[in-house]
């Protein structure tokens, strides 16, 4: 299970870097966009007031709030949804994209801090079993899933996309 955290750390590291890398870029007034009512652009029904910056806030808090419940859980423990507007709010009021580094670097030592065990140990969230790892391919998953709306919503606005396989450093996992 040591070569899959690592794999793991590897990538979502590059992931998370590359997501900020793409978020930092933009202009400013392109991180509120919104397509014109009626574009048909649907995120689910969870999601309301979609910008990329409310995208990228969604993976800071959903990220931070995973990782310490699944740092916490017991075995067999449920998982609660990664919800916390006033967090959402203080880093929205402030400089998210330097906060968001920072929280990533905690991220990580979260995961690099789980032992075979740890990482074995069954959880469950949105009524799904998931072992530790797996949950956190499914929370890199979900980077991947948001890194897609991010690229929609350039491509709408006629703003440069995502160029997805540009990972830096250049060697993967």
């Avoid at 929370?139 to 006629?158: E, K, P, S, V």
């Amino acid at each position: 299970m040591h070569d899959e955290r690592q794999r793991f750390l590897t990538l979502y590291d590059r992931l998370v870097t590359f997501t900020h890398d793409c978020v930092a870029r933009l202009p400013q007034d392109m991180l509120h966009w919104q397509p014109p009512a009626g574009a048909n652009v649907n995120f689910g029904e969870r999601v309301e007031d979609v910008t990329i910056e409310n995208l990228y806030l969604h993976l800071m808090v959903g990220e931070h709030l995973w990782l310490r419940n699944l740092e916490l859980c017991g075995e067999g423990e449920t998982i609660a949804l990664p919800l916390d507007q006033d967090m959402t709010k203080r880093l929205a009021e402030g400089d998210y994209l330097a906060a968001s580094l920072a929280m990533h670097s905690d991220n990580m030592a979260v995961i690099e801090a789980f032992d075979d065990e740890h990482m074995a140990k069954t959880v469950f969230f949105s009524e799904r079993k998931w072992s530790v790892l797996g949950f956190l391919w499914a929370i890199y998953g979900h980077r991947n899933y948001h890194i897609g709306n991010i690229d929609t919503y350039c491509r709408l606005a006629g703003a440069p996309a995502p160029n997805f396989f540009q990972f830096d450093p250049i060697e993967m996992a």
